[in-house]
T-cell receptor, first 112, second 118 residues
């Protein structure tokens, strides 16, 4: 089945220690998105790639970076995690911008 | 200003009954799209149903239907014959132009937590 995969499902890191979250997809979609979702809140878009074009949201902190080495994979790098970065991180894909987005299971990040 | 409003933080429904989850939206764009997603406690966002602003008929998908009232700017989700597995957070979302580079993105409401009682 075509799907969006996120690894790991749970990630624990230490304050200030860089961490990378991974997303892969078998849908062959052009667009990949990263969202941050804190407890009891709506998902908040951090950035997205349309093919190789990177689109950063205006209020996304510089601490968050992303890489998309090929169509299938996209990574979220948090350079110096703070306690406030503890959240669920959701990856989503879409055939084109504005199309229906399909989400992965998420990675729940804990910062100690 | 909030683009998507979900006024019901929590809803309760008896198993096998129907339930309506409210969503109102605000946009001046004549072309827009509205989505509903389900998020169980496991965390995955599951796409349920889509309504385009120019669609003449209300969208339906199995037990899910969307009560789209364009003049009132509402897009309520109706779940018929509720099941225990329907207990989850439900998010309404709207497609809008991003302020960055003219690309489109989804804006989510704050969600409604639905509990289905046996």
């Amino acid at each position: 089945d075509a799907m969006v995969i996120q690894n790991p499902r749970y990630q624990v890191t230490q304050f200030g220690k860089p961490v990378t979250l991974s997303c892969s997809q078998t849908l062959n979609h052009n667009v990949m998105y990263w969202y941050q979702q804190k407890s009891s809140q709506a998902p908040k878009l951090l950035f997205h790639y349309y093919d190789k074009d990177f689109n950063n949201e205006a209020d996304t902190p510089d601490n968050f970076q992303s890489r998309r080495p090929n169509t299938s994979f996209c990574f979220l790098d948090i350079r110096s995690p703070g306690l406030g970065d503890a959240a669920m991180y959701l990856c989503a894909t879409g055939a084109a911008e504005g199309d229906t987005q399909y989400f992965g299971p998420g990675t729940r990040l804990t910062v100690l | 200003a909030q683009k998507i409003t979900q006024t019901q933080p929590g809803m309760f429904v008896q198993e096998k009954e129907a339930v309506t989850l409210d969503c109102t939206y605000d946009t001046s764009d004549p072309s827009y799209g509205l989505f509903w997603y389900k998020q169980p406690s496991s965390g995955e966002m599951i796409f349920l149903i889509y309504q385009g602003s120019y669609d003449q008929q209300n969208a339906t998908e199995g037990r899910y239907s969307l009560n789209f009232q364009k003049a009132r700017k509402s897009a309520n989700l109706v779940i018929s014959a509720s099941q225990l597995g329907d207990s989850a957070m439900y998010f309404c979302a709207m497609r809008e132009l991003s302020s960055q580079g003219g690309s489109e993105k989804l804006v989510f409401g704050k969600g409604t937590k639905l509990t289905v009682n046996p």
